[in-house]
């Protein structure tokens, strides 16, 4: 009896561990596809100033060209951490919990400028958080 699965739910705990493990391979891919949104939205906010329309009063208010670094320098740091989760470094776990944290904390100041893809964006980096902590039996692969 010691190789059973305990069952709660109608699922064993091994369908629940094999589903949080394909989490974090999705997340590592997400995390991919939003480092790199980040870059893109860093390049036009430098390159050009007028590409977001102005918003007027806003508590965050910074100059593009300043947002524009910080998407791109935090865009390359979730990427960069997404590619350490699909190899299954251990320390892209821990980080990228950071890193989403901080990418979701942009988006939200990022609202005024791009309202749609921020709430999305919000949304993903959630959706990354939640699998990068759930699967505790297999830390260090994905």
């Not at 394909?22 to 860093?42: D, H, K, Q, R, Y």
Request: glycine share 14%; with cysteine; net charge negative.
């Amino acid at each position: 009896m010691a190789n059973a699965t305990h069952s709660t739910g109608g699922r064993s705990e091994d369908s629940r561990s094999a589903w949080a493990s394909g989490g974090v391979v999705f997340a590592g891919v997400l995390m991919m596809i939003e480092g790199i949104f980040g870059i893109f939205n860093g390049i036009a906010a430098i390159a050009k100033d007028d590409v977001y329309a102005s918003v007027g009063d806003y508590v965050f208010e910074f100059n593009l060209t300043a947002w524009g670094w910080i998407h791109l320098i935090l865009g390359v740091l979730v990427a960069v951490t997404g590619w350490g989760v699909l190899k299954g470094a251990a320390w892209a776990r821990g980080l990228g919990v950071g890193l989403v944290a901080l990418f979701v904390i942009l988006q939200f100041m990022w609202l005024p400028y791009t309202p749609i893809w921020a709430i999305i964006s919000i949304g993903v980096g959630v959706f990354i958080i939640w699998a990068l902590c759930t699967d505790h039996g297999r830390a260090g692969t994905p």
